[in-house]
């Protein structure tokens, strides 16, 4: 059995239609990428809506019991992602212990209360970005972070820099990713949606030089 990819869009993050998920089509080997446009009107509604189209997506395709992918939308796929889904543990999730919720695998074929844990996330969820105020702009992770610490040992943790490579410096982009390019699979953008403070443009002209046939299926940079 293949896998889905499942991810939302905003209108923060229409440019990753033409710049980031191509490259989940050319390189990450899924069987279907079901993308949801988002429009709630700030981050933390959209952050909400995301985590109950997520939730929603993964309680219909329960009773197949199939492998999902749910991925941010400013993420690029460098090489296939089938590796990332564990036969023995329900997720498999990188950057543990302070978990990044952008990239994670879910095995639905493993028994488990599937639906009545993800509801409870997602109404947790709910209630911590109620109040725009006070809730944190990962108002998803401060809730899902507890929760898979709970059940450790049911969780594959991935290499991060393998499988979620999240750093937000430029400086550090430039330094560190180069010595990574024959093992980074997913190079997660930073920024909120926000391109230029997030350096995209330079960022993006980088992941080309490393990987000219993988992201020749993207807009240049």
């Known amino acids: ?15 990753a239609r033409r710049q980031f998920i191509p490259t989940w089509e050319a390189n990450a080997g899924a069987d279907e990428i079901v993308v949801h446009e988002i429009d709630e009107g700030s981050w933390v509604k959209n952050i909400v809506r995301r985590a109950e189209i997520i939730v929603a997506e993964l309680i219909t395709r329960l009773p197949r019991g199939e492998k999902v992918l749910a991925l941010d939308a400013d993420c690029i796929v460098t090489k296939d992602l089938s590796d990332g889904f564990s036969d023995d543990h329900r997720i498999s999730v990188a950057r543990w212990p302070n978990v990044n919720m952008g990239v994670v695998f879910f ?80 190079v997660h953008f930073k920024g909120h949606g926000d391109w230029e403070y997030a350096q995209c443009d330079r960022k993006m002209r980088l992941l080309k030089r490393l990987w000219p046939e993988e992201l020749s299926c993207i807009e240049s940079a």
């Open 107 to 186: 095995n639905l074929a493993i028994a488990y209360k599937w639906e009545t844990w993800l509801t409870s996330i997602v109404h947790a969820i709910r209630e911590e970005g109620a109040n725009e105020r006070k809730a944190t702009h990962e108002c998803d992770q401060v809730v899902w972070r507890p929760q898979l610490h709970n059940m450790s040992s049911h969780i594959h943790k991935l290499g991060e820099w393998e499988w979620n490579y999240n750093t937000f410096d430029v400086r550090d982009f430039l330094h560190e990713l180069p010595k990574l390019r024959d093992i980074c699979r997913v």
């Open 1 to 15: 059995m293949g896998f889905t990819i499942i991810t939302t869009v905003s209108p923060d993050f229409e440019r």
